[in-house]
């Protein structure tokens, strides 16, 4: 293990933690659509992932743990990441509402609070809003 491994950027660490929730999300329909794929690799460059990084991610067996950001703004712009990649298919599914949620609270937001925002959330991405909007939104 390198020394980068054990004292790396923790934002980064972060960022990589993100991609992998996107990249199981995108894939736990048992495959990933094109449209998915695109969205995938806009993240990746988004959040500065690596290539390697990226083929890590991708493997099945890796298990990435969700690290939280302190700041709330932070908190929902993950999350809205989240619904992006969801709703590039413009479905969702049993399976990736459980895994929403537990994201959900995985970056800290409680039971009841998770589901509140994720109702909101499912109602709002029927349609197509901007990240300010749907801050604006989940704010009032």
Known sequence: MSFIDLYGNPEHR???A???????????????SEEEKIMLDNFARKLEISEKEYKQVMKPENKFPIEPPV??????ERLYDLFRMIFADHIIDEEE???LKKYAIGLGFSGDSAD???ERSVAIFSGKIDFDDYLYLLKY
Not at 71 to 76: H, I, Q
Request: hydrophobic share 55%.
């Open 71 to 76: 700041d709330s703004e932070k908190r929902l």
């Open 18 to 32: 993100h991609f992998a929730a996107l990249a199981t999300l995108a894939a736990s329909d048992g495959h990933i």
């Open 14 to 16: 972060k960022n990589v």
């Open 97 to 99: 509402m459980v895994l």
């Open 116 to 118: 509140k925002v994720i």
